[in-house]
């Protein structure tokens, strides 16, 4: 069982920035790509950014040009740094693993974090 810990939630105000982490028990290197998800109170989880195993990254459009997603592969580490915070941002924030053979697609999710933003 492949094991992920977020890590750097809390509260911020608006226009604010944080930094969260996602590591690996193991090696993240074998994963196909490595996600952020997050879901607001009574509402859906969402993605919110990728990054694959080559470095390519995408965002959702409501975070674009704000966030930034990045890996250490060295630390089992994934990055979500997160500038110009706003109230709509509050979530919790998952950390997701994706990792494809020719049988099955393996989904892997850490415990989630809290983020608030505060306007």
């Known amino acids: 069982q492949v094991q992920l810990v977020e890590s750097g939630g809390g509260l911020v105000r608006a226009g604010g920035s944080l930094r969260l982490s996602c590591t690996g028990a193991a090696s993240i290197l074998s994963f196909d790509s490595m996600n952020w998800y997050r879901q607001a109170p009574g509402k859906q989880r969402n993605l919110v950014a990728r990054i694959t195993d080559r470095g390519s990254t995408s965002y959702a459009d409501s975070v674009k040009d704000r966030f930034t997603i990045s890996r250490d592969n060295a630390k089992n580490t994934m990055y979500l740094q997160m500038n110009k915070m706003q109230p709509e941002d509050t979530a919790v924030y998952y950390c997701?693993?994706?990792?494809?053979?020719?049988?099955?697609?393996?989904?892997?999710w850490g415990q989630g974090t809290q983020v608030t933003v505060s306007s």
């Open positions: 997701n693993a994706v990792l494809k053979n020719l049988i099955r697609t393996y989904d892997y």
